[in-house]
């Protein structure tokens, strides 16, 4: 039972003092714990010269895994110390990243084991007003880490049948309308690609609507989000180990976090989010290759692969988006593997036709850390998906360029006046290892950028 007091340096300036040669290396520079009774003494030396503010938040999760694991319960450092060591950004900036850091850090999903562990260290930064930076940054971890929670749930406890139930309760006595359409709700609305997928389920598919329109000049915003509970691949199943597959509604985790972040600072803003919710099984009834699936905009579908299911339940979504008259739609999913091969595990792919919205979501991302990079969205590719039985197929003929072949068939069923941008978000779902602010597991990607993105149109 540990009190720490920590204290900031400049690692570049203190050439060799001891204390840094013999402390513990980190990627961003050295800390080194000194016991000097009643307390203990933290010292961080930064190499400070290539810092951005992701590697603020980075720090403080780092410093945060450091303490917790010697048994520190509280720790307290002065403001004007870390001020002093970045004084290259204000202190709503700097302080805001930091707490975000630390609170995102001392996320654990561990409800459903035996022995439970409290990990949480109790934090004061004295001498400066931080209150508001401190209330920030856990309205934006209570949302991030809400959108962990949904990924890391097993599927016999996140599924079909009970993902409304963890979405009512995250939004009561919030300003956010939940509507829940059923089996026969999606029959009516034409919802035809969510009930072929879902067909081979034991769990009846549902569509949750999410409506936030506390300003309703501001443009209205629609988020999609994937909500495949379990995906075998289908009757064209996955090999191998594929339990990582609880996470395949990533998106839509990450469009609930943000719904929640939105309503957390009661943010005047007019969005909707729209979630096909469904699990991808073999049975009896499943969905099969070379079916042909009727879309509401009259465009129809031949089903090549019953594991490019994603993009099918997103085409019912993005066509319902723009009956609601969305003027921007941003849909997110683990929607391919391919987008790990261009970008590895730490930035998402974006592809839209809109160029400027592409690189505003680039800009956020870069600023808040959910990092998302552009990839191509080629018009010439389209000719893949042409099928001699229906007007398109939902895989194309190449082996090549998967993530940009998902995008260009989701692109079939956008209005040329809609904006729209499509986020692959596959190799950013889950950290898969301990790493800054992440601990493993369930990454909370998309939260931030799909709030941050709304916040900042609504005030344009």
């Given at each position: 039972?540990?009190?720490?007091?920590?204290?900031?340096?400049?690692?570049?300036?203190?050439?060799?003092?001891?204390?840094?040669?013999?402390?513990?290396?980190?990627q961003?520079?050295?800390?080194?714990?000194v016991?000097?009774?009643?307390?203990?003494?933290?010292y961080?030396g930064?190499?400070?010269?290539?810092?951005?503010?992701?590697?603020?938040?980075?720090?403080?999760?780092e410093?945060n895994?450091?303490?917790?694991?010697?048994?520190?319960?509280?720790?307290?450092f002065?403001?004007?110390?870390?001020?002093?060591?970045?004084?290259?950004?204000?202190?709503?900036?700097?302080?805001?990243?930091?707490?975000?850091?630390w609170?995102l850090?001392?996320y654990q999903?561990?409800?459903?084991?035996?022995?439970k562990?409290?990990?949480?260290?109790q934090?004061?930064?004295e001498?400066?007003?931080?209150?508001?930076?401190?209330?920030l940054?856990l309205?934006?971890?209570?949302?991030?880490?809400?959108a962990?929670?949904?990924?890391?749930?097993?599927p016999?406890?996140?599924?079909?049948?009970t993902y409304?139930?963890?979405?009512?309760?995250?939004f009561n006595?919030?300003s956010?309308?939940?509507?829940?359409y059923?089996?026969?709700?999606l029959?009516d609305?034409?919802?035809?690609?969510?009930?072929?997928?879902?067909?081979g389920?034991?769990?009846?598919p549902?569509?949750?609507?999410?409506?936030?329109?506390?300003l309703?000049?501001?443009p209205?915003?629609?988020?999609?989000g994937?909500g495949v509970?379990f995906?075998?691949?289908?009757?064209?199943?996955?090999?191998?180990?594929?339990?990582?597959?609880?996470?395949d509604?990533?998106?839509?985790a990450?469009?609930?976090g943000?719904?929640?972040l939105?309503?957390n600072?009661?943010?005047?803003?007019?969005?909707?989010a729209?979630?096909?919710?469904?699990?991808?099984?073999?049975?009896?009834?499943?969905?099969l290759?070379?079916?042909?699936?009727?879309?509401?905009?009259?465009?129809?579908?031949q089903?090549?692969?019953?594991?490019?299911e994603?993009?099918l339940?997103?085409?019912?979504?993005?066509l319902?988006?723009?009956?609601?008259?969305?003027?921007?739609?941003l849909?997110?999913?683990?929607?391919?593997?391919?987008?790990?091969?261009?970008?590895?595990l730490?930035?998402?792919?974006?592809m839209?036709?809109?160029?400027?919205?592409?690189?505003r979501?680039k800009r956020?991302?870069?600023?808040?850390?959910?990092?998302?990079w552009?990839?191509?969205?080629i018009?010439?590719?389209?000719?893949?998906?042409?099928?001699?039985?229906?007007?398109?197929?939902?895989?194309?003929?190449?082996?090549?360029?998967?993530a940009?072949?998902a995008?260009?068939?989701l692109?079939?069923?956008?209005?040329?006046?809609?904006?729209?941008?499509h986020?692959?978000?596959?190799?950013?779902?889950?950290?898969?290892?301990?790493?800054g602010?992440?601990p493993?597991?369930?990454?909370?990607?998309?939260?931030r950028?799909?709030?941050?993105?709304v916040?900042?149109?609504?005030?344009?």
């Amino acid at each position: 039972m540990e009190e720490a007091f920590i204290q900031w340096v400049n690692a570049e300036n203190k050439g060799g003092d001891h204390l840094f040669k013999q402390g513990d290396a980190f990627q961003y520079g050295v800390m080194t714990l000194v016991h000097e009774r009643p307390n203990l003494f933290l010292y961080v030396g930064m190499e400070k010269s290539l810092l951005t503010i992701e590697d603020i938040r980075n720090i403080a999760g780092e410093v945060n895994k450091f303490l917790r694991g010697r048994g520190v319960i509280q720790a307290s450092f002065l403001a004007e110390d870390l001020s002093r060591v970045c004084p290259e950004w204000s202190m709503s900036v700097l302080f805001s990243a930091f707490y975000e850091g630390w609170f995102l850090s001392q996320y654990q999903f561990n409800k459903y084991k035996s022995k439970k562990t409290n990990t949480s260290i109790q934090l004061t930064i004295e001498g400066e007003p931080t209150e508001e930076y401190k209330r920030l940054a856990l309205h934006r971890s209570e949302a991030v880490n809400a959108a962990r929670d949904l990924c890391n749930e097993p599927p016999n406890a996140l599924n079909p049948d009970t993902y409304d139930s963890h979405v009512k309760a995250l939004f009561n006595d919030t300003s956010v309308n939940v509507t829940i359409y059923e089996k026969e709700d999606l029959k009516d609305l034409q919802l035809n690609g969510i009930l072929a997928v879902a067909r081979g389920s034991a769990h009846a598919p549902k569509f949750i609507q999410l409506s936030y329109r506390t300003l309703e000049t501001a443009p209205h915003i629609a988020l999609v989000g994937k909500g495949v509970t379990f995906d075998t691949g289908g009757i064209n199943a996955k090999t191998g180990d594929f339990t990582d597959m609880k996470m395949d509604m990533g998106g839509s985790a990450a469009v609930i976090g943000a719904m929640k972040l939105l309503s957390n600072v009661k943010a005047k803003v007019n969005v909707t989010a729209l979630i096909p919710v469904v699990d991808n099984v073999p049975d009896a009834s499943a969905l099969l290759p070379s079916e042909i699936i009727q879309y509401k905009n009259g465009v129809s579908v031949q089903v090549a692969n019953t594991d490019a299911e994603g993009r099918l339940i997103l085409a019912d979504a993005l066509l319902f988006a723009q009956e609601l008259g969305a003027e921007i739609i941003l849909d997110i999913a683990t929607l391919t593997g391919s987008i790990g091969h261009a970008l590895g595990l730490k930035v998402a792919g974006v592809m839209s036709d809109d160029e400027a919205l592409s690189e505003r979501l680039k800009r956020i991302g870069t600023e808040n850390g959910d990092l998302i990079w552009p990839l191509p969205l080629i018009k010439e590719y389209d000719e893949e998906l042409n099928n001699p039985y229906a007007d398109i197929a939902n895989v194309g003929k190449s082996p090549y360029g998967g993530a940009i072949m998902a995008a260009v068939f989701l692109n079939r069923f956008i209005q040329r006046t809609t904006r729209w941008a499509h986020i692959d978000m596959a190799n950013t779902v889950q950290a898969y290892k301990d790493f800054g602010y992440y601990p493993p597991g369930a990454s909370g990607y998309g939260v931030r950028l799909l709030a941050d993105f709304v916040l900042g149109e609504s005030l344009i």
